[in-house]
Nanobody
Framework: QVQLVESGGGLVQPGGSLRLSCAAS????????MGWYRQAPEKQRELVAT???????VYADSVKGRFTISRDNAKNTVYLQMNSLKPEDTAVYYC??????????????WGQGTQVTVSS
């Protein structure tokens, strides 16, 4: 199994910044795509950003130009730098990763989520 642990959430004022981190551990063979999703109260979970092992990125239109996703393949860690935060960015942010385990089995894992609250 592959486990994901997020950190870095919290309370920030509008216009502020936060950096989320997500570290993968366990029986990792190779991680293909890592990403961040978010879920606000009474809303469906939505994609925020993803990044492939080669560094190709995809962003939701709502965060383009404000958020930056990056990853450290050696550390099996993905980051989300969030700048110019808005109240509508308030949500639980979930890390996701997919790939192959050490036993050549596909996996798709989710983290437990970290709360981001943007409020004055």
């Amino acid at each position: 199994q592959v486990q994901l642990v997020e950190s870095g959430g919290g309370l920030v004022q509008p216009g502020g910044s936060l950096r989320l981190s997500c570290a993968a551990s366990g029986s990792i063979g190779s991680i293909y795509t890592m990403g961040w999703y978010r879920q606000a109260p009474e809303k469906q979970r939505e994609l925020v950003a993803t990044i492939t092992k080669g560094g190709s990125t995809v962003y939701a239109d709502s965060v383009k130009g404000r958020f930056t996703i990056s990853r450290d393949n050696a550390k099996n860690t993905v980051y989300l730098q969030m700048n110019s935060l808005k109240p509508e960015d308030t949500a639980v942010y979930y890390c996701n990763a997919d790939g192959l385990t050490r036993y050549i089995r596909e996996f798709a894992s989710w983290g437990q989520g970290t709360q981001v609250t943007v409020s004055s």
